[in-house]
């Protein structure tokens, strides 16, 4: 099993700048590829991006391209959400998951184990 924990949410101004962190503990982070999924109030949850277990492959929502990147440090065991720019529609609950595959997915359903999510909040 591993355990995911996001920080780095907050309020963040639109036009600025935010990264988000998931730190993975038990099975190592390396085993899985990853996703960042959004869930605003009233909406359905979105895949934001995604990356690949080695880290070659990466996909972003076209909602947020060009301003969301995602990258991810196996060393650390880590996955980050570089947010760029942001838009009063980013505000959202943020949640890291990880699926036992070695590409990107982008099936909500693929990914077995989720964070508890982090708040981000963009004011205009």
């Known amino acids: 099993q591993v355990q995911l924990v996001e920080s780095g949410g907050g309020l963040v101004q639109a036009g600025g700048s935010l990264r988000l962190s998931c730190a993975a503990s038990?099975?190592?982070?390396?085993?899985?590829?990853m996703g960042w999924f959004r869930q605003a109030p009233g909406k359905e949850r979105e895949l934001v991006a995604a990356?690949?277990?080695?880290?070659?492959?990466?996909y972003v929502a076209d909602s947020v391209k060009g301003r969301f990147t995602i990258s991810r440090d196996n060393a650390k065991n880590t996955v980050y959400l570089q947010m760029n720019s942001p838009k009063p529609e980013d505000t959202a609950v943020y949640s890291c998951?990880?699926?036992?595959?070695?590409?990107?997915?982008?099936?909500?359903?693929?990914?077995?184990?989720w964070g508890q999510g982090t708040q981000v909040t963009v004011s205009s």
């Open positions: 990356v690949s277990r080695s880290g070659d492959s990466t």
């Open positions: 038990g099975r190592t982070s390396s085993s899985y590829a």
């Open positions: 998951a990880a699926a036992a595959r070695l590409g990107i997915s982008r099936i909500p359903l693929t990914y077995e184990y």
